[in-house]
């Protein structure tokens, strides 16, 4: 049995990656302060064990990492709309934190972190569908944030010989995803909105495009990277499905009672993965179709 440490255990993503360690017979430390208001409420699994801590209280969370085979940090102040009305926040949970992790994990002897980032750090500028070698171009504090501790990853590699690796997250969605609120991620705020008789809710025009990715393909690849042997560390990875819908596509898939409101600034206009190299390096395949899982919840 191996020990693994997950931060952000008890949200979204992270949950389900600790119910498939569990699943499997490992032992399992969640670190997640829940300080996330975009959820109802928080998953715990009875199996593992679960620490409020902050991520950035380097000398509390320090001693969790013994003996710990490979540490899943998701931990992040993780909504774009957020993160502009507080930079300093994000930056301080998702750069500063992330290098807490980092050290915590060198210093503790931990073989391998698998860091959660996001495809919002290809901006407006790229062609899609976007490819890992393209520049950042960062477009509000949450990517900056992120980006930054992408980079972090990597320079732990290479000076430390920490062996990380890096996911870009394509608009996960799917069971337990945040619901509250009016910046939650478009499917969930749409599927929330149908159950409680009210329009959906549309930033303008509707055409933005989307790589909606579901959850339980995201996981499958963090537990690939977990042990899959790579030739280098401190890559980045997109994960995506290679093809993408517009938030007016997924409405019609729920509901045709929408409405338009404010437009918002500091978002990208289309995303789309190109996954070749999740594919080659990783063995890994996404299975879940966005049209099959919607007509499954309605």
């Not at 619901?179 to 055409?207: C, H």
């Not at 409405?251 to 918002?264: E, F, G, H, N, Y």
């Amino acid at each position: 049995m191996k020990k693994y440490l997950v931060t952000g255990g008890a949200g979204f993503i992270g949950s389900h990656i600790v119910d498939s360690l569990v699943n499997a017979g490992h032992g399992v430390t969640v670190i997640d302060d829940e300080s996330s208001d975009a959820h109802k409420y928080f998953h715990y699994n009875d199996k593992a064990k679960y620490y409020k801590y902050d991520i950035c209280d380097y000398d509390r969370i320090k001693g969790l990492f013994d003996n710990v085979d490979t540490v899943f940090h998701l931990a992040a102040e993780s909504r774009i709309q957020p993160a502009i009305n507080n930079p300093l926040k994000a930056v301080k949970t998702n750069t500063y934190g992330t290098c807490s992790i980092l050290q915590a994990a060198r210093e503790a002897g931990v073989r391998r972190v698998v860091y959660s980032s996001t495809s919002s750090a290809y901006g407006l500028e790229n062609k899609i569908p976007n490819v890992e070698i393209q520049p950042d171009d960062c477009l509000n504090p949450y990517s900056v944030s992120k980006v930054s501790g992408e980079k972090l990853c990597k320079m732990y590699s290479d000076l430390f010989e920490l062996e990380t690796v890096v996911f870009r997250y394509f608009n996960v969605y799917g069971e337990r995803q945040p619901t509250r609120g009016q910046y939650a991620p478009v499917i969930g705020l749409f599927l929330e909105q149908l159950k409680n008789g009210q329009s959906l809710t549309i930033v303008p025009d509707g055409e933005q495009r989307r790589d909606f990715t579901h959850v339980s393909d995201v996981v499958s690849a963090n537990i690939l990277a977990s042990t899959v042997k790579m030739e280098k560390y401190g890559e980045v990875f997109n994960l995506g499905t290679g093809t993408n819908h517009s938030v007016n596509e997924l409405a019609d898939l729920i509901s045709k009672d929408t409405v338009m409101i404010d437009p918002r600034v500091g978002e990208s206009r289309e995303t789309l993965a190109n996954i070749e190299k999740a594919k080659t390096v990783l063995g890994w395949e996404p299975k879940v179709k966005l049209e099959d899982w919607i007509a499954s919840q309605l």
